[in-house]
Nanobody, 125 residues
Framework: EVQLVESGGGSVQTGGSLRLSCSAS????????IGWFRQAPGEEREGVSC???????AYYADSVLGRFTISKDNTKTAYLQMNNLKPEDTARYYC???????????????????WGQGNQVTVSS
């Protein structure tokens, strides 16, 4: 059974930084893609960034490119470093993973099978 355990998030002022972590377990062959979506109240869930477990190939939404950095370590933990945060980054952030999601057209929620519990990120102006 695949499990995603998240940590991080919190509240910062504009321009501040936060880091999210997500530890994955249960993938049969350790070949998967892991990343984050976010969802603000009244808004659709949107893909933020993802990375392959077997390479450094990463995807970033245009809205976070240059400010957020996704990475991973050899403990099957992914990290999302969020710098220069803006009020519009305020949302609940969900870690997600899947063996082979289609990301050619961006990160689409229905393409991802496994989800974490989510952590709130709040950026005040």
């Amino acid at each position: 059974e695949v499990q995603l355990v998240e940590s991080g998030g919190g509240s910062v002022q504009t321009g501040g930084s936060l880091r999210l972590s997500c530890s994955a377990s249960g993938f049969y062959d350790d070949d998967y893609v892991i990343g984050w979506f976010r969802q603000a109240p009244g808004e659709e869930r949107e893909g933020v960034s993802c990375i392959s477990s077997t390479s450094d190939s990463a995807y970033y939404a245009d809205s976070v490119l240059g400010r957020f950095t996704i990475s991973k370590d050899n403990t099957k933990t992914a990290y999302l470093q969020m710098n220069n945060l803006k009020p519009e980054d305020t949302a609940r952030y969900y870690c997600a993973a899947d063996a082979a999601p289609n990301v050619l057209d961006g990160m689409i929620p229905k393409e991802w099978k496994y989800w974490g519990q989510g952590n709130q990120v709040t950026v005040s102006s």
